[in-house]
Every structure is written in structure tokens, then in C-alpha cells.
């Protein structure tokens, strides 16, 4: 049995198209191949000694083949040792430079595979990074990810695998068949006729055995995701609370009977596809030894034995090139669409970007102005509706609401997160959209509810915002920030590892820490999202320490939940529906009367009865400064 030929029609078993790969078939335009071309040009010169290489060693391959005639004619049966042992010799000097060639092309073409990738993910990483914030909110992050990995790494895969086997195979089978013809026209032409007409046969085992592969690769996934949900902690808790182990058991018990099916069907099917395989690779040879030995013994005295061996030899070469050749449609359908794929990505357009004659003014006083705003994320559901309002230099404002009233929204529309719809919001009287977009946002500073640590160091992530910050500037604003001292406390100070995301610290402490990160990056204004919940009072009470002198000395704008931050700002805004609809400071909203003033009543009077309560009976110490007693917040839109 040929192994060439097995291994041939093996690798021709991945070698059909999905019907989703069928449906979404790219469509092959000049203009695609070009761009490809782009990126294949920069290595034009590495490519012409790829292509030598592949024709030389090609060639080479075939040599020992066409070789084993002369052996058995001109040494063996001319019984000449000289001539046998120069043959044997330059087969196997062939072979080995063939081989060495081989290496030096495979060596080259690494190298152009990689540089090639390495280009596409340098500028593919570029371009996600100017991407919107909207992007990244609208596209699932694994989806990014494998474009940026397997995606790329698929590119690599076609310059190395499918244009190197489509030349070299081409070359073989020329190769191949010059010699063939040139040594037996009718016995070549048999072998032509022999080759695909066992192909395609194989193909179609292929095919059954690939769909059963797929088949049980589905449920394998099935299996597993049952394993993941059911076998998680939270998994296992909600099984048991709905007392559903026995669903969940007959559930896994069907895909596991199902796998057992597949599994058998897939290596009965396997067995047959080696049994085809096998029996017509056989059959080739016996046909060319039969119809040579006919034409050798019957008609035609010059044919020799050692031709037929070539000739035999030289078909079990051509089965791989062939079932490959074959093949080509699905290679390139394949790696077009994964050119496509990447390319639709480069073809996103920037929807954020730094205007041409963007302004660098020299420096920034911070005055903040919306001018009637409009936004919204959808066009049928606008999110703010005319929001106008003054922040003077150094002032402050807190923005309270119900939830979804559009506070965050106005908040990420100043560091131009998102740009407004309508309307302008002015820094210092300039459109933010004039200003360089790198100014603007390094002189907004942001500390969200969500703060984002990197897992490294705690001085790691505090470098983040200035990469030259001194030991003592960072311990200045840790200082100002509460969170030195918890840092001190740590057995490896500013050196602590915070984990993934920042998980080994509290909701606190990763707030602390990204206020004092703000403090280090020192920004015209200041924004901050207070967290409505899951701190502690005291949590609260080092967070407000930290906050309140913050917000005294710089612009700033806080979405408010605690009455402490709300009695420290200048002006309150209320926010509801996309307005603006109330106006003022505490004293003025409360005695207005007014949805604020409502709110006040019943929310923050009510905690401080509750707490007047225990502390009649539990004789527990009135906070002063009225916190600790939960948050100050609005109900949802439909209750207000
Ligand atoms: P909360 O106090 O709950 O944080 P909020 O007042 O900050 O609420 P926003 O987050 O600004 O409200 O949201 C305003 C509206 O916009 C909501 O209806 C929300 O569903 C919607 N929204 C927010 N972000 C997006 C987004 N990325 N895509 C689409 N809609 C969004």
C-alpha cells in the first residue's frame, strides 16, 4: 500500500465545505486578490527563491522515482555493479538535497508567513484601538479576539500550506506526467485515467466519514456545554434549588448515548474509508503492471521492466497532488474568506477620530458647557432630548436621576466616548470635537463604578497614568486618595500583585485606588460615577474623604448617589428622561418643592428615622455627616 496515496486522500478528508461555508462563499474580485497581493508584495524577493526552491526540490522528489527504471534495467538486469551503485548513490544524493532544499523552503516560507501576520496584527491592532467605544459594546469580545488570533494565524497557514502545496503539487504532477509520457505515451495515458477515477470515489467516502466527524464534534460540544452549566457552582445551586437532577441527568444521559452511536458509525466508516482507500490504491498499480506487462509480452518488445516499475512508481506520487489539486476550490474559498473576514474588519470605519485641524490649545482653565445635547445609542430611542448646562473653572456639579435617565451617557460624552447627535459641548468655549483628541481626553479625568485594574502591581496600574510618576508622587496621591495606608499593610507594599481585573481587592480599595490613579494623571476635570451600592460605610466614609476635596479644588461633575457628595458640590442637576429638570443647589431644590425635594423627603427622612430608631434602641453613634445610611436614589422612571 502507496503511503503517499493514503496520506493524500487523508488530508483530502477536511476538504469540504460547510453549508455555512457554502452560504456566506466570498466572492472573488480583482480588487480582493489585489489587496491580498498588498500584503504578499514586501516580500516579493523571498517569495521568487520560495518558488525556485519549490520547483527544484519538486523536481528532485520525483528523480529517485524516475531512477528506479534505470536501477532495475541498467544495473539489474544489465548486471553492472558500477552503474547499480552510481544509480543507487545519486537516488539517494537526490533525495537528500531534495530534502535539505525542502528545509531552506520551508525556512523561507515561515519567515514570509510570519512577517505577513506580523504586519496584519500590528495594523489590525492599530485599528482596534481607534475602534469606538460603541464597537467594542456591540461586538462580542471573542469575536475580536479571534479575528485578531485564529484569524491571522489562518493567513499564515494559507501562505505556508495552500499557495506552497498548490505549486508544489502542480510541479510534481507536470513533473510526473512529462516523464510518464515521455517513457510510454499509452501507459501514461492509462495512469491519467486511473488516477481521478479513484479519487473521486474516495472523496465520497471522505465526505460520509467528514459529516460524521462534524456530527460527533457537535455533540461533543453539546456535552460539554451540558458539563459546564450543570457542574459550575452556580450551576449545581440552581439544579438543586429546582430539584431538577434527575432532567438534567436524562439530558446528559441522551447526548451521551447519542456520542456513543457516532462514535461507533465514525470508526466502522473510518475502517471502510482505509479499506477504499487501500483496495484502489492497490488496484492502480495492478492495472498499470497488467496493461505494461501486456504491451511488454504482446506488443511491445522495447518496454522494459524498469519502465513499468517507474511508471508504477510515478502514479502512487500522483494520488496526493491530485486529491489536493482537487481540492483547491475549498483551500481558496477557505482562505479568501478568511481575507474577507479580516478585511471587513480594516474596512470599519473610525467613528471617533481626531478632526484634521484638531486644536492643541496650550492649556486648560475648564469650563465646561453642554449646549442643547441630544444623543442616543439608537435612532429610536433618544437618550438625552436638549441637555444645556454650565460648568464654570473649578466648580462642581452633581447629576442625580432615576436609572436610565442618562447620567453615564452625559458623562462618556465628554471625554468623547461617544459624540453628541445634535447640539455641541464646549471646553473653555471650544467644541470638543475642534480639540485634539488626545488633549481632550488627558485633561478628563474618570473614575467609573466599574474600575478597570490590569493584573500586575499595584504600582503597575497607579503608572498607568503618568509612566514617570516619582515614589513620591505616587504616594502623595495614594495618600490623598485613602488607600496608602492599605497598601502598607500589604506584605509587598506597592509591589502587590492585584490580581485579574483587580479581584483580590475589595470594591472599595479598587475604587481608592482608581481615584488616586485620577489624581496622578491630574486632569482639568474630574468625573465621577459614585457606586450606588455594595460598599460598607466605612469603605464609603475613605472613599468621600478622598473625593470631597478632590471635587472642591477642580471643574468636576460626580453622579451623585450619597447625600454627602450631593451637599458638597455647587449646583445639583436632576436628570430624567433625557432633561434637565431641576436646577440648583440642595437648600434651593428641597425648599422648591419639587421632584428633588419629594425625593428627599421620603428617601433620605426615612433613613434617618430608621437610624434614629436603632439608635434609640441600640444606642449606636449618630454619623454626622449623614453617612452610612444607604443610598440617596432615585426610584426607575416609571415611578417617578
Ligand atoms: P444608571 O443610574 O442606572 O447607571 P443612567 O442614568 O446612567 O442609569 P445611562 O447609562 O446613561 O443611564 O443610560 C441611558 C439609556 O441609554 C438607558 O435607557 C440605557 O438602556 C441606554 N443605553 C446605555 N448604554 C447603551 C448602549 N451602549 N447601547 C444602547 N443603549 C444604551
Known sequence: MDMHGARGFRRG???????????????ITVDLLKRIGSYLLPYWKQM??????????SIFGILPSILTGRIIDDGLYGRNLNVLVILILASLGVTILSNLIGVLQNYLNTWIAQHISFDMRNKMFAHLQSM?????????????????????SGVQRVVTNTLTSIIS???TLVVALIAMYRMNWLLATVAIVIVPLFTIPTRRVGKTRWKLTRQSQECNDEINGILNETLSVSGQLLVKLFTNE???YEKYEKANQRMVKLNIKESLVGRWFGVVINTLTTIGPMLIYFVGGLLMIKYDRDLTVGDISVMVALLSRMYMPVNMLLNIQVEVTRSMALFTRIFEYFDMPVEIKNSPDAIT??????TLKFDNVHFHYIKEKPVLKGISFELKEGKSIAIVGPSGAGKSTIINLIPRIYDVVDGQILLDGMDIRKLDLSFLRKNVGMVTQDTYLFNGTIRDNLLYAKFDATEDEIKKACIKANIHEFIMAQPEGYDTIVGNRGLKLSGGEKQRLSIARVILKDPAILIFDEATSSLDSISENLIQEAIEPLIKQRTSIVIAHRLSTIMAVDEILVISDGHVVEKGTHNELVSRGGIYSELYETQFRRALDDYEQRRNSGGEELDTENRGFGVFDFPSPDLV
Request: aromatic content about 8%; proline content about 3%; glycine content about 6%.
Open 13 to 27: 478528508g477536511r476538504g469540504f465545505l460547510s453549508e455555512e461555508e457554502k452560504a456566506n462563499r466570498p466572492k
Open 48 to 57: 521568487v527563491f520560495v518558488l525556485l526552491a519549490i520547483i527544484v526540490s
Open 132 to 152: 469606538s467605544h460603541r464597537f467594542f459594546t456591540s461586538n462580542k469580545q471573542g469575536d475580536i479576539i479571534t479575528r485578531m488570533t485564529s484569524d491571522i
Open 169 to 171: 503539487n502542480v510541479i
Open 246 to 248: 434527575k432532567y438534567e
Open 361 to 366: 490649545p496650550s492649556s486648560v482653565k475648564g
